[in-house]
């Protein structure tokens, strides 16, 4: 049996290859980026006026003065502006191109209308480029704006669209079955009978894929029957980078997971972890560079499983290579948390400002506690009250 830093160590140095695809902007959301992005126009494209109010020449600004308007610029406008008298100014509009012969905007709300086309300015000065977004003045051409391997959010698209970039390169979808087995599963909908239970797991680990990774994982009930269960495999393994299975890798009458993923050629990595939840936990790896993940039938168990080891994989192996991609706090406990032995725990905890409690009902079998969490923490020794510890949070 070896330590959660060992199993750690295990996967990392067996990640799956994940190539890169172009994908039209709008498709690219929550999509891990290939592709450093260098900026090949400025942004803006063009000096723009921040404000709606009176393009002017500074060297002409007297207080008090009385300005003829001469025009008006809207956005969108390619205007010239040439040999404007000392009294001449020109409406403009937030987003106008500013021609090169003006250098001032004065706000609308700073002008006081003498007539339709005259309007007096109430300040009492102005400073040259007051008002004026400059060319380049947030992107400059040739900038590199983002690096590859960041997850791409709305923001990112915003700046994207604001350069022209139409198509970008992304890593693309690791392909993930999830097979839940057990003789008393059903699926949700379906009548149950004494001896059987809704399924749970598979539904669980579908909805965190699609939660941290926006992958529609597919998700299969299974009997324990080995034949089914090979048979299942066999007809799947070749189509998916990973496949997560729930139940039968311990050592019972009907625990099949081991064996046949044995028969599939696959080598079993890890077979037992030194934690609590989850000790019988299984990673195997084939030569076609695809992967199984085994985890407990027991619920806390496999969400435990989930977000020590395959939320950490993925991102591993989309390049993201953070220790815990997941944020983190520093919080002090509110009671003494007792080890007595070499397992570690992975426990979900509440947080009420800077304190953490672990809350009650946190077996194998049991999701509450869970489902009400703010994070996990993961302990390897015994840590007493008001003493910090890192908090993840989920």
């Known amino acids: 049996m070896i330590s959660v830093q060992e199993a750690t160590n295990i996967l990392f140095k067996n990640k799956i290859t994940v190539n890169s695809i172009s994908v039209p902007l709008q498709q690219s959301l929550n999509k891990i980026l290939a592709e450093d992005i260098y900026a090949y126009v400025d942004v803006p494209t063009y000096s723009q006026s921040a404000v709606d109010g009176y393009a002017i020449k500074k060297?002409?600004?007297?207080?008090?003065?009385?300005?003829k308007i001469k025009g008006e610029i809207k956005a969108g406008d390619n205007i010239k502006v040439q040999n404007l008298k000392?009294?001449?100014?020109?409406?403009?509009?937030?987003g106008a191109k500013v021609p090169s012969a003006l250098?001032?905007?004065?706000?609308?709300?700073?002008?006081?209308?003498?007539?339709?086309?005259?309007?007096?300015?109430?300040?009492?000065?102005?400073?040259?480029?007051?008002?004026?977004?400059h060319k380049g003045e947030e992107i400059k051409k040739g900038e590199k704006i983002f690096s590859k391997n960041i997850v791409i959010k709305p923001e990112h698209i915003a700046v994207l669209s604001s350069i022209g970039k139409s198509k970008i390169k992304v890593k693309r979808d690791i392909s993930i079955l999830i097979l839940a087995t057990g003789n008393e599963l059903k699926k949700i909908g379906s009548p149950i009978k004494?001896?059987?239970?809704?399924?749970?797991?598979?539904?669980?680990?579908?909805?965190l894929i699609k939660k941290y990774f926006d992958i529609d994982a597919k998700y299969l009930l299974v009997k324990d029957d080995k034949k089914k269960l090979l048979n299942t495999l066999t007809k799947y393994y070749q189509n998916y980078d990973i496949i997560i299975t729930t139940g039968g890798v311990s050592?019972?009458?009907?625990?099949?997971?081991?064996?046949?993923?044995?028969?599939?050629?696959?080598?079993?990595l890890i077979d037992k972890v030194a934690q609590?939840?989850?000790?019988?936990?299984?990673?195997?790896?084939?030569?076609?560079?695809?992967?199984?993940?085994?985890?407990?039938?027991?619920?806390?168990?496999?969400?435990?499983?989930?977000y020590i080891y395959i939320l950490r994989y993925i991102y591993q192996c989309y390049g993201i290579c953070k220790e815990w991609p997941l944020p983190v706090?520093?919080?002090s406990i509110d009671n003494d948390l007792i080890i007595n032995d070499n397992r570690t725990r992975i426990l979900f905890v509440n947080i009420h400002g800077n304190k953490i409690s672990i809350p009650e009902k946190q077996d194998s079998h049991m999701l509450i506690s869970s489902a009400?969490?703010?994070?996990?923490?993961?302990?390897?020794?015994?840590?007493k009250k008001n003493e910090h510890i890192n908090v993840y949070l989920i």
């Open 59 to 67: 060297d002409f600004f007297q207080k008090n003065k009385i300005w």
């Open 86 to 94: 000392n009294n001449e100014c020109n409406k403009i509009y937030t």
């Open 276 to 306: 609590k939840p989850g000790k019988p936990f299984v990673f195997a790896v084939s030569k076609q560079n695809k992967v199984i993940f085994g985890l407990p039938g027991n619920p806390r168990a496999a969400l435990s499983c989930f």
């Open 103 to 133: 250098d001032v905007i004065i706000m609308k709300e700073y002008a006081e209308k003498i007539s339709d086309n005259e309007v007096m300015f109430n300040i009492d000065d102005v400073t040259q480029y007051q008002n004026i977004r």
């Open 194 to 207: 004494t001896g059987e239970k809704y399924e749970s797991n598979g539904i669980m680990l579908q909805q």
């Open 251 to 268: 050592v019972g009458d009907y625990d099949f997971t081991k064996p046949v993923i044995k028969e599939l050629n696959y080598n079993i």
């Open 329 to 331: 706090v520093t919080a």
């Open 372 to 383: 009400n969490a703010d994070g996990i923490i993961v302990v390897n020794r015994s840590i």
